[in-house]
């Protein structure tokens, strides 16, 4: 059985259940709990000091996102990755920042490309094996443009799906990728400074289209973390 590692500290001024949440997702997310992994809500519960109500409440959410299954009477299992449901969440996320993109293109905020060029100079700082950092600010990138075309709902549409997606990402993304992913950030931004619209989409859509390339080579590499559906 694999539990959260404890030295996670809460915060003491937000709520517990959203906190346990993040944790676990995070966890799951970066493989530090692998496909078929028990966890366990009593000792979850335990080992941060807290009832357990909000652990049970985090794994309600996690399955509704897939990334655990509840058996009545055996336990909570942090579940394999389907890559059907992977090519299913990128299409949606494709075709959401798609517009995402098109509308900044258009409107063209000149502080929001100050800010991504920020962001990629902070890309580029990341140490070349830190995937969850260079992640999570990969993560901002997309964020920021949803944040600047005034889309937060489309953005909440796409966080509450894309957990398969992210599996994928942290499992396949190297030093080669990372650069590969800075170049496509650097040139989403050339096009939204250059107000080229259908640029901007274009160098989206093939950056999103990146996993594409590495979803079968890692499904093979490491099958344990599949669910062999296809």
């Known amino acids: 059985m694999q539990n959260i590692k404890p030295q996670r500290v809460l915060s003491a001024i937000e709520a517990v259940g959203p906190q346990v949440y993040r944790i676990l ?33 985090a794994f309600i959410k996690l399955a509704e996102e897939g990334l655990v299954q509840v058996l009545p009477q055996r336990g909570t299992y942090v579940t394999r990755i389907s890559t059907a449901s992977v090519m299913d969440v990128r299409f949606v996320r494709e075709a959401i920042e798609a517009d995402i993109v098109r509308q900044v293109a258009g409107e063209h905020p000149a502080a929001i490309v100050d800010e991504l060029r920020e962001q990629i100079a902070r890309q580029k700082q990341v140490p ?29 549409v796409i966080e509450s799906v894309k957990a398969q997606m992210d599996r994928v990402r942290f499992l396949s993304v190297d030093d080669l990728q990372i650069g590969r992913l800075i170049e496509q950030h650097e040139r989403i931004v050339d096009a939204i400074a250059a107000r080229d619209v259908g640029g901007a989409e274009q160098a989206l859509r093939m950056h999103l289209r990146e996993i594409l390339k590495s979803l079968p080579e890692i499904a093979r590499s490491r099958e344990e973390f599949f669910d062999g559906t296809g």
């Open 128 to 156: 070349h094996d830190d995937r969850a950092a260079f992640l999570r600010l990969d993560e901002l990138f997309h964020h920021t443009l949803a944040t600047a075309a005034g889309r937060a709902y489309a953005w909440s």
């Open 25 to 57: 997702r995070e966890q799951i997310i970066q493989a530090e709990l692998v496909p078929g992994a028990r966890i366990s809500e009593a000792e979850i519960a335990r080992s941060l000091s807290i009832s357990r109500q909000p652990v049970r409440e």
